[in-house]
């Protein structure tokens, strides 16, 4: 990369589904849109997702009477009511069009086979005829926390098969794709975002690029864990980091981190919710199938930070299976049969082949729960636009849209990529055909300076630190045993104060590698303090946060208070500053009054001011906090009172 | 310390090939590191572990570290493979890492996957040519769920780059397409949604860059980390190759 500056109409942070669908929204609105990625973008981390991507096709015999209203009803009740009910209601709407946008991508999605299929369902096995008439049409399987089989897949690679077929579409557009990038800070008026300061994984160079938009998808921020996390290394929230840089642009929600029950112990890679979904079972050390009883309603299949929740409990209570890297839990698919193991579930009998040396027509599966999803990121409006700096967009698992609220149901991530994809890029094309590129060279050029300054201040520091790696493990151990599945007041109280220490051992860790070139420690250093940053808003959201919601579980305050916390936090933090500053706004517009989710406690604080009253002022207050105007006016896409036929 | 089984821990010698094309003072050579095994050492584990305490400069890529991203292909003692799901319990204690061939070189074991694989993808048109536009309004077009199940095993491939750096054409030719392009053609062929005729396809995918390039030594087949049926892929392209020439044939003789 020579070019010091470039342009274009489009600018989007990250390859994977999210990005490139937003991409290609944009290019075939005729703009010019250039993707940036940290890796070849069929490498990003969607390629991992496993089971399935949600959408009410009402396909096979168990999605029967199926619709976008049923799927609205799951997910916000799913997000412990933290959703936006509006976004939570375009998303279901969309789904079915997104799914089968990729059948016509190429997506090889499993068919229903009309006439007698053998499923397991609550340790039962049954035989259910499929409609010799849907033979041939998407297939669907069981996912946790929803009331229909609606997770349409392509075996146990929906997300490999879905970025593939999007990819190709990249492809065939000739959208320019530069991978071994990095975007490391925004270039922004104050009020405008202009672009990005860029550095080049290949060569350690910074360019910029000067965009009418920009859009960050980069994915979650899973690695503050460390290494208690399924996400992939690169997972690593720069997007995210960037944005809150700014001081200007809220994150959203960023206490709210997903469990997934069935991570590999102890590796922690990703065992798909399939498994469950098909049949599999959880066991503990006695070869007990606790869930029975701890949710005789939904059983392995409740949402996944309860099923979390009760894995861990089940551990703690001494119940786990002792090894050298800790306590786990067994899942069980054995009964599940050869055939289908290594047809519908392949990637998962691949796993265990590769990497615990098992068989899981034979041999249980050593499970427990890690991070594994960020339901927060950068707070957005129903555009996807975020607050506070006009141009600047974020989709996916980057964004807090907000569909997800405090829990996202399984396979509903994969299908808001592409709903969120497909509707964000028709704003983006929307906002570059209003706007002309501001070639404010000067934002440009001191933004490099400043990228370039930072680069050269920690190549230059000389001394003693603490090495960068040691800090980012150290943050791990404090994200996963004290913000982690279980808190307490205390036990964030101690994660803020070891999260401060850190960063202030971040500036003055020392580099021990000075090559030329991309120099891997300092890109991992450059990202270091972002990732603790980032880490603290998590850690200090949660202290805050006096309730329990979906993910968020304070075992000192264990009920859901809708009165004082039915909310979305948002907080903001810029360079200059010690530390970050919180506010909260209405979640949304609200349809569904809050209530019970049909698992989990059925214990909470009510709110006692009548939805309307609440309603009132979400659209004023959302706007103080920055919230810039929709495309359409909020709530013109609830409709209003339909989930009244279903609950 | 003992691993799990009982059997005393080994110190691992690994010699891995360095070279900085960013860094003028850098010349190709080898440098040696040595560590402890430890249970389930994958070298994904191992790789880190000599960057994080020997050598901060050693650049190699990993991402999803499960096999599926793969982004971590390079060649260990002599072959390509999947670093992250190969165990070094699996592998002597001396180890030579060296990064894939027939890539473009970005640093020490890290080599240019993306840029190959995209133009594989652009040479041969590595989409749907579909029909008719997309219709959100219409249900899905039927497929029969063994044809879905069949186009499924070619769209496993991970893109790693195994099956390239271990073919003799690949390495002499830039735009071979290789054990992954050829399964990628084949992917599309078999593809109802796909309208490309076999005239069309002959051109993508017959002569020397094509499936008559390859010299039959089929290491694609044995290095690929997914064990895709790469033998039965060639002989599907050339069955299709050859049959699209006697059609085409045919029609001459017809016509004429």
């Known amino acids: 990369m020579s070019a010091r500056l470039i342009t274009t109409d489009v600018l989007v942070v990250g390859g994977g589904l999210a990005g490139e669908r937003c991409a290609i929204e944009a290019a075939a609105a005729g703009y010019e849109a250039l993707i940036l990625s940290l890796v070849p973008p069929r490498r990003s981390h969607s390629c991992a997702a496993q089971g399935g991507m949600q959408a009410s096709l009402a396909n096979c015999a168990r999605a029967e009477g199926d619709n976008p209203t049923v799927h609205f009803l799951d997910t916000v009740r799913g997000s412990d009511w933290g959703a936006d009910q509006e976004v939570a209601n375009i998303f279901a709407d969309e789904a079915p069009i997104a799914v089968r946008e990729l059948a016509h991508f190429g997506v090889p999605w499993s068919r229903v086979r009309g006439g007698k299929n053998k499923y397991f369902i609550k340790g039962e096995h049954v035989e259910i005829d499929e409609a010799l008439e849907n033979d041939g049409l998407i297939g669907q399987r069981d996912f946790g926390g929803t009331a229909k089989w609606r997770a349409c897949y392509a075996a146990a690679g929906t997300g490999h098969a879905a970025l593939y077929a999007v990819d190709s579409e990249v492809v065939r557009l000739g959208i320019t794709v530069q991978d071994r990038t990095e975007a490391v800070s925004l270039i922004h008026d104050g009020s405008r975002c202009l672009g990005a300061v860029v550095r080049c994984l290949r060569t350690g160079r910074h360019f910029a690029v000067m965009a009418k938009a920009t859009v960050i998808a980069t994915g979650g921020y899973g690695r503050i864990y460390g290494q208690y996390t399924s996400n992939a290394v690169i997972n690593e929230g720069t997007g995210a980091s960037i944005a809150l840089d700014t001081g200007i642009v809220p994150l959203g929600n960023m206490e709210a981190v997903q469990f997934h029950p069935t991570t590999l112990s102890p590796s922690g890679i990703l065992v798909t919710e399939g498994c469950r979904g098909d049949g599999g079972y959880l066991l503990d050390k006695n070869m007990h199938r606790f869930m029975v009883e701890k949710e005789p309603a939904k059983q392995e299949l409740a949402s996944r930070d309860v099923v979390s929740r009760h894995m861990q409990q089940t551990m703690r209570d001494g119940n786990g299976v002792d090894s050298p890297y800790g306590p786990h839990l067994w899942l069980d698919i054995r009964h599940l049969g050869e055939k289908h193991l290594r047809t519908k579930l392949l990637e998962v009998w691949d796993i265990c082949r590769d990497f615990v040396g098992l068989n899981p027509v034979n041999d249980l599966i050593p499970v427990r729960p890690t991070q594994h999803y960020s339901m927060g990121g950068i707070r957005v409006n129903k555009d996807g636009e975020s607050y506070g700096l006009a141009g600047l967009f974020a989709v996916g698992e980057a964004a807090c849209w907000d569909m997800h609220g405090f829990n996202r149901l399984g396979g509903n991530s994969l299908a808001e990529t592409l709903v969120a994809g497909r509707l964000v890029g028709r704003r983006v094309a929307e906002h570059a055909a209003g706007v002309s590129l501001r070639a404010d060279t000067g934002y440009a050029f001191d933004a490099i300076a400043a990228a370039e300054q930072r680069a050269t201040s920690w190549l230059s520091r000389a001394g003693k630190g603490r090495s960068i790696y040691e800090i980012r493990d150290a943050m791990g151990e404090t994200m996963m045993h004290k913000v982690g599945i279980f808190r307490t007041g205390d036990e964030l109280n101690e994660a803020v104060n070891e999260l401060q220490a850190l960063l202030n051992d971040c500036d003055n860790a020392v580099l021990r590698c000075k090559d030329p070139g991309v120099n891997p420690e300092l890109g991992f250093a450059l990202r270091l303090k972002g990732m603790l940053r980032l880490a603290m808003t998590v850690a200090m959201g949660a202290r805050a946060r006096t309730e329990s919601r979906g993910a968020h579980f304070r075992s000192d305050f264990p009920l859901r208070n809708d009165e004082e916390w039915l909310n979305r936090t948002l907080v903001r933090w810029a360079m200059d500053e010690s530390e970050p500053s919180f506010s909260y706004e209405p979640t949304g517009l609200i349809d569904l009054p809050p209530g019970h989710r049909g698992y989990g406690s059925d214990e909470r604080i009510e709110m006692q001011r009548s939805i309307d009253s609440y309603n009132e002022t979400v659209v004023h207050e959302q706007a103080q906090h920055g919230r810039l105007p929709s495309s359409e006016e909020m709530g013109s896409r609830l409709k209003c009172g339909a989930w009244q036929a279903y609950a | ?256």
């Not at chain 2, 400069?57 to 999947?82: E, K, T, W, Y």
């Not at chain 2, 165990?87 to 890290?110: C, H, M, N, R, V």
């Not at chain 2, 499936?211 to 002989?235: I, N, Q, R, S, T």
């Open chain 2, 1 to 256: 310390m003992t691993q799990e089984h009982g059997t005393p821990s080994r110190r691992l010698k690994f010699e891995i090939f360095r070279y900085n094309p960013e860094d003028e003072n850098s010349e190709p050579h080898s440098d040696v590191f040595e560590i402890d095994e430890t249970p389930f050492m994958s070298l994904y584990i191992a790789l880190n572990k000599i960057r994080e305490l020997h050598d901060p400069g050693l650049q190699f890529d990993f991402a999803c570290r499960s096999a599926i991203c793969g982004s971590c292909g390079m060649v260990v003692n002599g072959r390509p493979a999947l670093a992250c799901r190969t165990l070094t319990s699996d592998l002597p204690e001396d180890i030579q890492l060296y990064p894939l061939p027939a890539f473009k070189l970005i640093g020490d074991l890290s080599v240019d996957t993306g840029t190959w694989f995209r133009g594989m993808g652009e040479r041969t048109e590595a989409w749907i040519h579909e029909r008719q536009a997309f219709d959100p309004e219409a249900e899905e077009e039927r497929m029969s769920d063994d044809i879905a199940a069949a186009i499924y095993e070619g769209d496993r491939c991970i893109e790693c780059g195994c099956c390239v750096a271990s073919c003799g054409v690949a390495n002499l030719d830039d735009e071979f397409l290789a054990g992954a392009g050829m399964n990628r053609v084949a992917r599309f062929m078999m593809d109802p949604r796909d309208t490309r005729s076999e005239a069309e396809w002959f051109d993508v995918v017959a002569g020397d860059r094509g499936v008559f390039g390859c010299l039959g030594m089929m290491a694609c087949a044995d290095v690929c980390p997914k064990e895709l049926p790469l033998l039965e892929v060639y002989a599907y392209l050339r069955r299709k190759t050859l049959g699209a020439r006697f059609a085409a044939r045919h029609e001459k003789k017809g016509s004429a």
